[in-house]
Structure formats: structure tokens, C-alpha cells
């Protein structure tokens, strides 16, 4: 084989898609915080001592700007001229509380969500054309991938936003206008334990505000992402699996052939271990991911009423701004766990349906109670859930906004 034919090979070969392909977004993020959310295959070792070194660091910052925010509620809880500030810092401290818990309900579940990836991993279409044809690879790689760099984008836009606009006003105000009352100001409110202004140490304080913004976006955008990716691998096993047994024909000389017949109930068969596979991996991946999910509902409400609130008082357009950012966010961030969470479920109820529309009626009983096993395990709904609480799906979301409203009602009565 020529030099050029053993290029062009290796280049097909590079062009089939792998499992980590789905996975590579969701690493990239966890890895910039220091964590490793689940071992590769094969390997048992333990994370880097540089991913364990930049991820304790995350930590400690985040607990010195947990430190300063609190503070401020404290020292202001009860001045309604800073009832804004207040406000604001609540949704804060509730965005960092929750993009810890997140993170830690990950690594406290690595070696369940290791275990699951090894299994994804083993049932992946093989890097071959016609078995990633069949699955529909490519189609279903380009649409989680638009998912998850559009709600990546969407976080790292409000980061940016939130943390460089009063630096970059602060610029604006000295340097081109001249103006006599620009001053330097923090990103996020805080009380320091240390007078930053008008010396270097402002850059210090800034730079903290800055980090810790970044590791708590990305905790929420990379476990997120994750679900999207584990997600939609499910939805396209479910949809390959319902192609299939609609497409499923018995040969023609099954009924005088036993040895024809019975390769016929094997590969029923296969197609029912193959279903009974699924289903056992979305119970690990509602095990894995229960409680950030049941984390995001329940904050992003309390952050949705409070930010919704803080918009009905007159501000200026700047925070007027920042704080629908912040609120198409939140409820962006609770549309796409319902979206992803109802493409599971019509995807697994499709396979009742497949059952159905196959050619059952030319199979003998055994066949015939073969395919009412694989049918009534198909009944059984699969979705994401919110651990015991709550069963995801685009309902959820009208629920969501409802209990948002009554909240932001609340808080709006004890205002006035």
C-alpha cells in the first residue's frame, strides 16, 4: 500500500465518530475547574495532582467570596435603600451554592457514572460505515453538539457580562471621557476584608470575583452538558432500537425452516437484551445526575422570582440588562432539561409502537409473547428525574414557571 492510500485510509478512519466525540465539551469544561468527572476505560487511577491542586483552589476562592457575600447580606438585610444590592447577591450565592453541589454530587457518583460511560461505551456504534449509518451518528453528534455549545456560550456571555462591564466603564469614564468621577468598582458585591481602592490590590480583589464567577458558571454548564451528552446517546439507542424492530421481518421460510426460525428468535432476542440494556442505564443515569437536576429546579425558581422582582423596580437600563441575562439564563438552562428530558421519553415510547407495526402476526405464540415482554417494558416511561421527586419532561416547565410566579407574587406582596 502506497504512502497516499495508507493517508487517505487513516483519514476515513479519523472521520467516524467515537463516543468521546460526544464527551469532548463537557471534559473540556470540568478540566479548567480540576475535575475529573469519571475515569477512561481501563484506567483506575486517580485524578491528576494538578487537577487536584487547581480544583482546591477553586474551592478556596469560592469560599472566601462565599465569606464576602454573605457579609453584605448580613450587614444589609434590612436597609431597604439596598434592597437591590441585597437581592442580587441572594441570586449570587444561590448560582455558587448550586454550582458547588453540582460539581460534588458528580464526584461523589464517579465511580457509578464511570461504570456507565464503560457501558455507554461498549454499546457505541462500531467506526464503521454502515453500523454508523444505521444509528444515525453524525445527525445526532451535530445536534447535541448544537445544544451544548449554545448553552456553553450562553453562560460564559453572562460571565463576561457580569464580570468585565464595570471595568470596561470604568476605562471608558477615565481614559477617553476624562471624567473626574470615574471610579474603580467590583463586578459582584462584596465586603473585603482589605481596602482596594486607589491601589494595586484592586486588580487582586477583582481577579478573585472573576475566577470564582468562571468555576461556578462552568459547574453549571459542565454538568449540564454532560446530561445533554449521556442524554441524547440514550435518545439515539432508543430511536435505533424502534427502526429496527419496525424494520424486523421474519424470513420467508421461517415456517418450514428451524434453523431459519430460530435465527429469527435470536435476534429478537438480541433486540430485547438490547432494550432491557437501556432501561437499566437510564435508571444509573437518573442515579448519577438526580440531584443536580432536583438542584436546578429548585434554585433556579427561588433566582427566577427574585431576578423577576428586581426588574419591576425601576432600575437602570444597565441592570435592567444584566438581570434578563441573567433571567433568559436561568429559564433556558430548566427548558433544555425538559427538551432533552421529553426527547427521551418519545424516543422510549416509540419502542411499543415499533413492536406493534412489526410483522408479529406471521410469528408463532412464542415469537407473539416475545414481543408482548419487550411492549410492556416499553409502557414504562423513561425520562429524567429529578431523584423520587419529580419526573422531567416539557410539563415540568409550565409547572416551573407557575411556582416561579407565586414566589415572585410573594416577594412582591411582603415588598409592598
Request: one cysteine or more.
Given at each position: ?56 483552589m ?11 457575600e454573605?457579609t453584605v ?48 461505551k ?43 462591564y ?63 451528552a449521556v ?22 421460510q ?12 435470536n435476534?429478537?432476542q ?8 437501556l ?18 429546579f429548585?434554585?433556579s ?10 426588574m ?6 444597565y ?31 416509540g ?21 408482548v ?25 409550565t ?18
Open positions: 500500500m502506497s504512502a497516499n492510500q495508507i493517508a487517505v485510509a487513516d483519514k476515513s478512519q479519523e472521520a467516524y465518530v467515537t463516543f468521546d466525540d460526544f464527551m469532548t465539551l463537557p471534559i473540556f469544561f470540568y478540566r479548567t475547574i480540576g475535575v475529573d468527572p469519571y475515569e477512561s476505560t481501563g484506567s483506575k487511577s486517580v485524578p491528576s495532582r494538578w487537577l487536584y491542586v487547581i480544583f482546591m477553586h474551592v478556596i476562592n469560592i469560599a472566601f467570596n462565599f465569606g464576602a454573605t447580606i448580613v450587614l444589609y438585610y434590612d436597609d431597604m435603600e439596598s434592597i437591590v444590592d441585597v437581592c442580587m447577591t441572594i441570586c449570587y450565592l444561590g448560582h455558587d451554592i448550586v454550582s458547588l453541589l453540582k460539581i460534588f454530587s458528580v464526584q461523589r457518583q464517579r465511580a457509578k457514572l464511570s461504570a456507565l460511560v464503560r457501558e455507554m461498549s454499546i457505541f456504534p462500531a467506526p464503521n460505515r454502515e453500523e454508523q449509518r444505521k444509528y444515525q451518528v453524525d445527525y445526532y453528534l451535530r445536534r447535541c453538539r448544537f445544544f451544548m455549545r449554545g448553552f456553553s456560550g450562553l453562560y460564559l456571555f453572562l460571565v463576561v457580562t457580569y464580570s468585565f464595570v471595568y470596561i466603564k470604568y476605562l471608558i469614564q477615565h481614559w477617553i471621557l476624562e471624567s473626574v468621577d470615574a471610579e474603580k468598582a467590583m463586578p459582584y458585591y462584596s465586603v473585603s476584608p482589605w481596602d482596594w481602592h486607589d491601589n494595586w490590590s484592586y486588580y487582586v480583589m477583582y481577579l478573585i470575583q472573576v475566577v470564582a464567577a468562571y468555576m461556578t458558571t462552568t459547574g453549571h454548564i459542565s454538568t449540564d452538558i454532560l446530561i445533554y442524554n441524547m446517546q440514550l435518545v439515539m439507542h432508543f430511536d435505533y432500537l424502534s427502526r429496527e424492530l419496525s424494520e424486523f421481518r421474519l424470513n420467508k421461517s415456517k418450514n425452516d428451524g434453523k431459519c426460525y430460530a435465527k429469527d428468535l435476534l429478537l438480541d433486540l430485547i437484551a438490547y432494550h432491557n440494556k432501561l437499566s442505564l437510564s435508571d444509573v443515569t437518573n442515579s448519577v445526575f438526580g440531584l443536580p437536576l432536583l438542584l436546578n429548585l434554585t425558581s427561588v433566582m427566577v422570582c427574585f431576578v423577576g422582582f428586581q419591576t423596580l425601576g432600575l437602570s437600563v441592570h435592567t440588562v444584566k438581570l434578563a441575562i441573567f433571567l433568559l439564563s436561568a429559564v433556558t438552562e430548566i427548558y433544555l432539561i425538559c427538551y432533552f428530558s421529553d426527547l427521551l421519553i418519545v424516543a422510549s415510547e419502542v411499543a409502537s415499533a413492536a406493534y407495526e412489526m410483522s408479529w402476526f406471521e410469528g408463532d405464540q412464542r415469537f407473539k409473547k416475545m414481543l415482554l419487550i411492549t410492556l417494558r416499553a409502557q414504562k416511561t423513561v425520562c429524567l428525574k429529578a431523584t423520587i421527586f419529580l419526573d422531567i419532561s416539557m410539563e415540568t416547565m409547572m416551573f414557571l407557575k411556582m416561579s410566579y407565586r414566589l415572585f407574587c410573594v416577594i412582591r406582596t411582603m415588598y409592598q
